[in-house]
């Protein structure tokens, strides 16, 4: 329905010419009736002595074409008024890993969420309801479209979501020591899965959320989800959690407490020493340089420092590895479209029209029944084809 919407936005040409067929109809069935004439003769003796006047066209003819010069124009200003398309684009994360992208186009959007911001159908709602009347919008997401969506919403979910990713997801890992580390999960009612760590496993789970400390050995190696006592899949994101290698590498003119403080704010880190202060992580260096170069190495950081810095390091080390959002990946309960009240102006558009196309609109009906009245019949010395 979309597309065929979509044809007749841009063939307002088309239909402003479909306005033109009367004139061809109303020609064809006012045609004179054949006479029967002596001769031609006398016609062409006037045509000769230059008695021969072309006829005007009737009244009749000029209103018709002014009706329908009024309704081309009124299509046209019509469709540029009260119809502009708007594409809402999911950038959330889930919608990132299933390749959404922005359109490539000339058409205006709107951005939904971030590679670190999850988005839910209600967050799309809502964005629909602050939109102005008279726009035809196309959602990008990978969310299930809600039921009775209003008519002037197209929704298009490219890649159908997993069903295994309804079951769980691994949320978050932050070591509590060298070889412990904290793991935030949650999954559906009634789902039975573990946690496993190589060897490891944690039995099953509790509840639908919660954390349990791991123990890791081995930093490359991921936490795996195993739901029915089977891993989840390498294709399903949520289902694995790689652990954050970090490296930190302090500077030779150091003071002692700064090892000490590097591990309270990141017990997994690996110590270095080097000629300036410099954090690696999964061997990739971080933009911290400039921040690292202020810090008072030569002697031990004040209570305030000490904060400043560990905030800094767990940011910097989250904002590559952020905390994933149980919402991107489990179902969230059904929401009502009829509670947010779309307006029914946004349809059609007509309460949007500015009243002088109204006016004209009207004058062009004024003009077309002028012009049927007017036309000349047959029973008239006045009559033309024209």
Known sequence: MAFFSSLL?????VWAIILFLPFFALRR??????????GLEPFRS???EGQAKPKARPLSFWLFLLAYLIAAGCLFTVHKVSVSKLYVVDQSPSALRTGIV?????TAYRILGSASESVQVTDVLRALQSLPPGQIVTVWTDLSAPSVLPSWVEWVNPISTNSEEHLGVLLSAQPVDALHWRVHWALQESVVASI???AWDSGPLNGTEGSLLVPVSDLPQELVLAVNGKPMSTDFVGGRLAL?????????????????????AWPSAKLSIGAEGDLVLNGQTAALSAFLAQLPWEREPLPEEFAVFAKTLRDAIQVQYAPRDAREFLPQPPVTVQAYAFSSE???????????IRMVGWLGLICVAFAWFLMPREDQPSYSEV
């Open 9 to 13: 936005n841009e063939f307002s040409a």
């Open 29 to 38: 069935h006012h045609r004179p009736l054949q006479q029967v004439v002596g």
């Open 46 to 48: 006037v045509v000769a």
């Open 102 to 106: 922005l359109p490539e186009s000339d």
């Open 196 to 198: 496993q760590s190589g």
């Open 244 to 264: 954050t290698k970090v490296e930190f590498q302090i500077p030779a003119n150091a003071n002692t407490a700064w090892s000490d403080a590097i591990l309270a």
């Open 346 to 356: 946004k349809e059609s558009g007509r309460k949007n029209l500015p009243d002088w």
